[in-house]
């Protein structure tokens, strides 16, 4: 099997522990997710053994269903000091991902985050699963990143929210030694620790405890008290508890060494234990003869190989970007120079102009944030364009004066952090709707500098940034910084161009996306639409513009029936036997039932 070939090769492929090779039992890690539901989907009921009464097994329907996401990582050995144990992340339903800090809910006055388990982080997303967003938040809170100073394997399923580039920006950022070994896919089933009688035993506990305490209720009103159901947030809380119970049992025991050694994740070099290696499911597999010493050289030879080649190919990338970066920096040079008297001119006129016109937006934000920040993308430059339409609208016309063009917003991006000299952008991210005409995007920066947030803006017509300085809630000064790009967008071409960029795909789709909303022209240069990565917005706008060119195809191919069809009566003198008034007629329903039909498919 190729998995236990590249892990037993990863293994020898460094001596940092004497029987292991690469990395100790101690920093070895598999992470999966758990559905938790509050009763078992199979008719049975679940007990201790030994118990003296056992009560019937009983449930409501939805109980089967998930309840929460248990996120759990366990290492392969349990440090005397648990400095190695992560906590158990569990992901409960609310309609948007939020923190324990953010959850404002009480139980008879009490917070309900402070009612929760310590030893387990808890955190809230839409359908209660993990998502990059949760992935990242347990990354980043959960503990024991001891990546950070010693290598460590971390064994993982394919899930995709394992996999996406905000993910592994974090996995780069916050466990830079650490190594991510994906299981094969459909394979976990008999690769996985977790799957090895591990994650049972947490799925278990959770249904004997909710029974346990649906019990004790029951029992207090057959003693004359009144009965008193589970809430949903009494549920949570007992979920937290019963989760970190069974995770401060289990890590007294060998369980977790068991299951590394039993799926064979993680073996003594010498071979001493390749014995025990017992693939549940997979009777007739032998993992002495697959993991030969001959065999396990020549996959280390081949990766290897692999590593070299996939090296050449970043260089050779790096090189090329960094090529195309310094070609668009000499671009920006030349047209901040061009257009700074323009810039000197403009920025005192309308600076009172764009502060009363975003003097109510800000202010709801300060309320919301409590603290300054930095407002950018499409907001910023639809005011400004606002304020220059409305300026050409006072001034007489002349010949060289093209209008304004003027592109809504759809939503605003605010960016808030702690100032620096530099950027860097961190992980969290929040929608808020405070009702001002679009939802306001909170994201936060570890370091944030207004100059170098616009010089980041990868389009054009996006090039401005407010900065907004607040005292408490309320707004202090704001200092306006508009990009020359958008200026010779705004007063010379009205072409959308890409400025810069990392991610080309996700720039060219929302230019092109934008262009085709508001009718305008756009310059790919030498941009690669092939160069990185979609995300979930601009796939629905990929989908978007390809419905509609494949609907103009359509109605172009209707047109030509309709024409062909005509020619034809008309060869077959059909339409000889009308009048030319009805010959008109039957031209001009055709056109008709062709034009509707168009408007029909493409919208407006």
Not at 131 to 155: L, M, Q, W, Y
Not at 574 to 579: A, E, I, P, T, V
């Amino acid at each position: 099997m190729d998995f236990h070939l590249n892990t037993r090769a990863l293994q020898q492929s460094r001596v940092n522990d004497s029987v292991y090779g690469y990395c100790s039992p101690f920093s070895v890690k598999n992470r999966d997710q758990i559905p938790i539901c509050l009763a078992a989907s199979y008719a049975k009921t679940v007990d201790d053994t030994g118990a003296e009464v056992i009560w019937d097994s009983t449930k409501n329907d939805s109980d089967e269903k998930r309840f929460c996401t248990l996120d759990l990582e366990i290492p392969m050995k349990v440090k005397a000091d648990r400095s190695n144990v992560r906590k158990p992340h569990v992901i409960f339903f609310a309609s948007e991902f939020r923190t324990a800090e953010e959850w404002e809910e009480k139980q008879n006055g009490v917070y309900e985050r402070d009612m929760w388990d310590p030893r387990v982080l808890v955190s809230f997303q839409k359908h209660a699963w993990m998502d990059s967003r949760t992935n990242i938040h347990g990354i980043v809170n959960a503990g024991a990143a001891c990546g950070v100073s010693e290598p460590e394997v971390k064994f993982e399923d394919n899930l995709s929210s394992h996999k996406t580039e905000e993910v592994i920006e974090a996995w780069t950022k916050y466990l830079p030694n650490s190594t991510q070994m994906l299981f094969p896919a459909n394979m976990t089933w008999c690769l996985q620790p977790i799957d090895r009688h591990i994650g049972k035993q947490y799925k278990s506990h959770v249904y004997k405890g909710i029974r346990s305490e649906m019990m004790r209720r029951l029992r207090a009103c057959q003693a004359g008290e009144l009965p008193q159901a589970l809430t949903v947030s009494e549920k949570r809380v007992l979920i937290t508890k019963l989760i970190a119970e069974k995770h401060e049992e289990l890590l007294q025991t060998g369980a977790f060494e068991r299951a590394f050694i039993a799926t064979g994740c993680w073996m003594p070099l010498d071979g001493s234990r390749d014995a025990e290696v017992d693939l549940q499911g997979v009777s007739d597999y032998k993992y002495a003869e697959v993991c030969t010493p001959s065999n396990i050289n020549k996959r280390a030879a081949e990766l290897e190989a692999e590593r070299d080649k996939e090296k050449a190919k970043r260089a050779q990338e790096l090189k090329a970007q960094e090529a195309k970066l310094l070609i668009e920096e000499n671009l920006c040079v030349e047209r901040d120079k061009q257009w700074q008297p323009t810039h000197d001119v403009l920025l005192p006129m309308f600076t009172p102009l764009l502060d009363e016109a975003t003097k109510a937006t800000f202010a709801a934000v300060a309320a919301h944030l409590r603290k300054s920040f930095v407002c950018y993308g499409s907001y910023p430059a639809y005011v400004f364009a606002t304020c220059l339409a409305f300026a050409q609208s006072k001034t007489p016309p002349s010949a060289d004066m093209k209008p304004i063009k003027v592109l809504p917003f759809d939503d605003i991006d605010i960016a808030h952090g702690t100032a620096a000299l530099t950027l860097e952008r961190g992980n969290n991210y929040q929608k808020v709707d405070l009702k001002l005409g679009g939802i306001v995007n909170l994201v936060f920066f570890e370091k944030l500098n207004p100059h170098l947030l616009l010089r980041s803006a990868d389009i054009n017509a996006v090039a401005m940034v407010a900065h907004v300085e607040t005292q408490g809630q309320d707004v202090k000064r704001i200092t306006w910084h508009i990009g020359s790009a958008l200026l010779e967008f705004l007063l010379k071409d009205q072409t959308l161009r890409v400025l810069r960029t990392e991610n080309p795909a996700q720039s060219l789709v929302r230019m092109a996306y934008k262009a085709w909303k508001h009718g305008l022209h756009f310059d790919r240069a030498d941009w690669d639409p092939e160069e990185g990565q979609l995300f979930a917005a601009q796939v629905v706008k990929v989908t978007v513009l390809t419905v509609y060119y494949r609907n103009i195809v359509n109605i172009a191919t209707a047109m030509c029936i309709n024409l062909i069809t005509l020619i034809t009566l008309i060869r077959s003198r059909l339409l000889h036997r009308f009048d030319s008034i009805t010959i008109i007629t039957i031209i001009t329903l055709i056109t008709l039932i062709t034009l509707i039909r168009s408007l029909y498919i493409i919208g407006p």
